[in-house]
T-cell receptor, first 112, second 108 residues
């Protein structure tokens, strides 16, 4: 069984630029999550999708972050414009039962 | 507010020694509890989980954790660690709340 795929693995941008991350969940997993993991901290949930609908986006900074999952499969997370404090690893996870999550390898973003 | 607290940011230990990584959760966290492990440059992997039933849960690689409702704890233990256990360990609970992580460093 293929795991959660994410791309790119690494990205370096300057502040005020925009960036997008892509995630392809495990086949059949209806629930998809995006997390932000700042160095030295645990992951923080940004947004949770159930199929193509948003379940929870209470911690998503909506003035600069957006996410979509148009066909209920893969998802894109975008930051526009980026700030220095957005430097982090962005993790995507998927779940079949909304209990056990399977994580991708993450995208490491550096904003200079 | 819901919270999960890992009491140690770093735990250095010698190979074959026992180890305990401590995790406390707030009583407002619904009682689904997890331990995840993160090896360098990799994503998080589920180590073990407590959903209901027996309060002692075990992983396939020798780790165990005990759900203690009265102490609101879910500490992770292993009686004898190996070099390959060196990693970051995250406790998580309830509605996707993660602790800050504990870096386990096993030295020869």
């Amino acid at each position: 069984e293929a795991g959660v795929a994410q791309s790119p693995r690494y990205k370096i941008i300057e502040k005020r630029q925009s960036v997008a991350f892509w995630c392809n969940p495990i086949s059949g997993h209806a629930t998809l999550y995006w997390y932000q993991q700042i160095l030295g901290q645990g992951p923080k949930l940004l947004i949770q999708f159930q199929n193509n609908g948003v379940v929870d986006d209470s911690q998503l900074p909506k003035d600069r972050f957006s996410a979509e999952r148009l066909k209920g499969v893969d998802s894109t997370l975008k930051i526009q414009p980026a700030k220095l404090e957005d430097s982090a690893v962005y993790l995507c996870a998927s779940s079949l039962d909304q209990v056990e999550q399977y994580f991708g390898p993450g995208t490491r973003l550096t904003v200079t | 507010a819901q919270s999960v607290t890992q009491l140690d940011s770093q735990v250095p230990v010698f190979e074959e020694a026992p180890v305990e990584l401590r995790c406390n959760y707030s009583s407002s966290v619904s009682v689904y509890l997890f331990w995840y492990v993160q090896y360098p440059n990799q994503g998080l992997q589920l180590l073990l989980k407590y959903l209901s039933g027996s309060t002692l849960v075990e992983s396939i690689n020798g780790f165990e954790a005990e759900f203690n409702k009265s102490q609101t704890s879910f500490h992770l233990r292993k009686p004898s660690v190996h070099i390959s256990d060196t990693a970051e360990y995250f406790c998580a609970g309830g509605k996707l709340i993660f602790g800050q992580g504990t870096e386990l460093s096993v030295k020869p």
